[in-house]
């Protein structure tokens, strides 16, 4: 959708080039996976919430167990857009929300 939007309006680049894209479940999915699993580097004094956000936020990447803990864990995906230029943060949120849309989940 968005590489024809892009070439419609004869933007040059790929999605790659413009938005960092990344699917996280929810917080507790990651938690629920440590009481049953060790991690390392991962200690009783980690925080959770912290470590989630810093990976939503690009601080940093998303670790290897996050995917071992989603196939784990049942829980809720989430779809987390950030734009690598401010102006396109528009763009991002129009999608976000087509992408959450009744009429999307329809078709």
Not at 25 to 37: K, M
Not at 45 to 69: E, H, Q, R, Y
Request: aromatic residues 14%.
């Amino acid at each position: 959708m968005i590489k024809e939007l892009f070439q419609s309006f004869n933007i040059p680049y790929e999605f790659d080039d413009v938005f960092s894209v990344m699917l996280l479940s929810d917080n507790y999915v990651y938690s629920s996976y440590l009481e049953d699993n060790d991690v390392e580097g991962i200690t009783d004094k980690t925080d959770i919430n912290k470590l989630c956000n810093d990976v939503k936020s690009g601080i940093m990447p998303k670790p290897i167990w996050f995917k071992k803990a989603e196939k784990y864990g049942e829980g809720s995906s989430y779809l987390y857009i950030r734009t690598k230029d401010p102006k396109y943060d528009n763009l991002a949120q129009l999608i976000k929300k087509f992408l959450y849309s009744p009429i999307a989940r329809e078709g």
